[in-house]
C-alpha cells in the first residue's frame, strides 16, 4: 500500500508541477537536519587540528624559516651576480679602449700588511704573466706584477711607498713622477716646479717613459695644490682613477712596448782587443 502511493507521487511529481511548493516547503525544512549531519565530520577535524602536537607544531615552523632563510640567500645571491655582472661589462667596454693585448685576471687575495700595498690576482706563468706586467681596473692603471708564480702573481700597487711611475698632464704635456703615500685615495707627484703649469683637476696618464707603462692610461686627477714658500718645489696630491679598494676583475696588459722589447736581440759587443797583440809594437813597426 505504502509503495503505491509513494510510486504515485513520484510520477505526479514527475509529470505535473503540482507538487512544487510542498518540495520547496520540505527544501527548507530539512536545511537544520543536513547541518546536523556535518556536524560529526566538522568535529573529527577540529580534533585532530587541537590534538596536534607541539613538536610537530616546532618541526613545521622551522621548516618554514629554514625555506624563507634558503630563499633570502638566493635573492641576496643574485643581487651580488647582478652588481658583478655590471662590473663585468665595465670592464669589457675598458677593454674595447685598449690597443694592447690584454688577458682578464681575477683578485684573489690582499696583503694583511697596512704598510704594504699588494693584491694577489688569479694569474700565472702558465698564462704568460711577467714581472713588470702593468694591470688595469675598468677605470684605470692599478699596479704592475712584482712576484710571478705558476697559477697567481703578485700586483704592486701605485699607491704603495714604495712604487712610482711617470706621468704627464693631458693638458699641456707636463711630465712628472707620481709615487704612492700608503693610501688607497692618494697619490703625491714628486719635484714639482712652482712655475709648472699644473691645476687642480687635471687629469694625469702615464707618460710611458721607462717602457714600462703603456702610454696614455689613466692614473689621476690633481686634488690639491699646496704653494709653501719655504720649500722649492710644490706638494701635488692626486687622486686615482682606479677603483684600488673595490676592484675584483682586472685587466693585465701585454704592451706593445715589452714584447718589442723581448723581441729585438741586443746589439752586438765591441771587440776586444788580443792581449798577445801590444799597440806599442805595431807602432814601433810603422815607424
Given at each position: 500500500?505504502l509503495?503505491?502511493v509513494?510510486?504515485?507521487?513520484?510520477?505526479?511529481?514527475?509529470?505535473?508541477?503540482?507538487?512544487?511548493?510542498?518540495?520547496?516547503?520540505?527544501?527548507?525544512?530539512?536545511?537544520?537536519?543536513?547541518?546536523?549531519?556535518?556536524?560529526?565530520?566538522?568535529?573529527?577535524?577540529w580534533?585532530?587540528?587541537?590534538?596536534?602536537?607541539?613538536v610537530?607544531?616546532?618541526?613545521?615552523?622551522?621548516?618554514?624559516?629554514?625555506?624563507?632563510?634558503?630563499?633570502s640567500?638566493?635573492?641576496?645571491?643574485m643581487?651580488?651576480?647582478?652588481?658583478?655582472?655590471?662590473?663585468?661589462?665595465?670592464?669589457?667596454?675598458?677593454?674595447?679602449?685598449?690597443?694592447?693585448?690584454?688577458?682578464?685576471?681575477?683578485?684573489?687575495?690582499?696583503?694583511?700588511?697596512?704598510?704594504?700595498?699588494?693584491?694577489?690576482?688569479?694569474?700565472?706563468?702558465v698564462?704568460?704573466?711577467?714581472?713588470?706586467?702593468?694591470?688595469?681596473?675598468?677605470?684605470?692603471?692599478?699596479?704592475?706584477?712584482?712576484?710571478?708564480?705558476?697559477?697567481?702573481?703578485?700586483?704592486?700597487?701605485?699607491?704603495?711607498?714604495?712604487?712610482?711611475?711617470?706621468?704627464?698632464?693631458?693638458?699641456?704635456?707636463?711630465?712628472?713622477?707620481?709615487?704612492?703615500?700608503?693610501?688607497?685615495?692618494?697619490?703625491?707627484?714628486?719635484?714639482?716646479?712652482?712655475?709648472?703649469?699644473?691645476?687642480?683637476?687635471?687629469?694625469?696618464?702615464?707618460?710611458?717613459?721607462?717602457?714600462?707603462?703603456p702610454?696614455?692610461?689613466?692614473?689621476?686627477?690633481?686634488?690639491?695644490?699646496?704653494r709653501?714658500?719655504?720649500?722649492?718645489?710644490?706638494?701635488?696630491?692626486?687622486?686615482?682613477?682606479?677603483?684600488?679598494?673595490?676592484?675584483?676583475?682586472?685587466?693585465?696588459v701585454?704592451?706593445?712596448?715589452?714584447?718589442?722589447?723581448?723581441?729585438?736581440?741586443?746589439?752586438?759587443?765591441?771587440?776586444?782587443?788580443?792581449?798577445?797583440?801590444?799597440?806599442?809594437?805595431?807602432?814601433?813597426?810603422?815607424?
Amino acid at each position: 500500500m505504502l509503495g503505491l502511493v509513494a510510486l504515485s507521487l513520484v510520477a505526479v511529481d514527475t509529470l505535473t508541477d503540482w507538487l512544487d511548493p510542498v518540495t520547496a516547503r520540505l527544501g527548507q525544512v530539512s536545511l537544520p537536519l543536513q547541518w546536523i549531519t556535518t556536524v560529526p565530520g566538522r568535529l573529527g577535524e577540529w580534533g585532530d587540528e587541537a590534538l596536534l602536537s607541539r613538536v610537530e607544531w616546532d618541526n613545521e615552523n622551522a621548516r618554514l624559516r629554514q625555506e624563507l632563510l634558503v630563499y633570502s640567500g638566493q635573492l641576496q645571491r643574485m643581487a651580488a651576480i647582478s652588481a658583478e655582472n655590471a662590473r663585468l661589462r665595465s670592464l669589457l667596454s675598458a677593454t674595447e679602449l685598449l690597443k694592447d693585448r690584454v688577458l682578464v685576471a681575477e683578485l684573489i687575495g690582499v696583503s694583511t700588511d697596512p704598510l704594504t700595498h699588494t693584491i694577489t690576482i688569479n694569474r700565472g706563468a702558465v698564462d704568460g704573466a711577467y714581472q713588470g706586467q702593468p694591470v688595469l681596473d675598468d677605470r684605470g692603471l692599478m699596479g704592475q706584477v712584482i712576484a710571478v708564480g705558476e697559477h697567481a702573481s703578485t700586483v704592486l700597487l701605485i699607491t704603495d711607498n714604495n712604487h712610482a711611475l711617470p706621468v704627464q698632464v693631458i693638458r699641456n704635456g707636463v711630465r712628472a713622477i707620481a709615487e704612492g703615500r700608503g693610501d688607497f685615495r692618494r697619490l703625491q707627484l714628486r719635484f714639482v716646479s712652482p712655475t709648472v703649469d699644473i691645476k687642480e683637476g687635471d687629469h694625469l696618464v702615464s707618460s710611458g717613459l721607462g717602457g714600462r707603462f703603456p702610454v696614455g692610461y689613466p692614473v689621476g686627477t690633481v686634488l690639491d695644490i699646496h704653494r709653501d714658500p719655504g720649500r722649492p718645489f710644490l706638494t701635488v696630491e692626486v687622486e686615482p682613477a682606479a677603483n684600488l679598494e673595490q676592484s675584483r676583475h682586472l685587466l693585465l696588459v701585454f704592451s706593445e712596448v715589452e714584447s718589442f722589447a723581448s723581441e729585438v736581440p741586443p746589439p752586438p759587443a765591441d771587440p776586444l782587443p788580443d792581449p798577445e797583440t801590444n799597440p806599442a809594437d805595431d807602432r814601433a813597426g810603422d815607424d
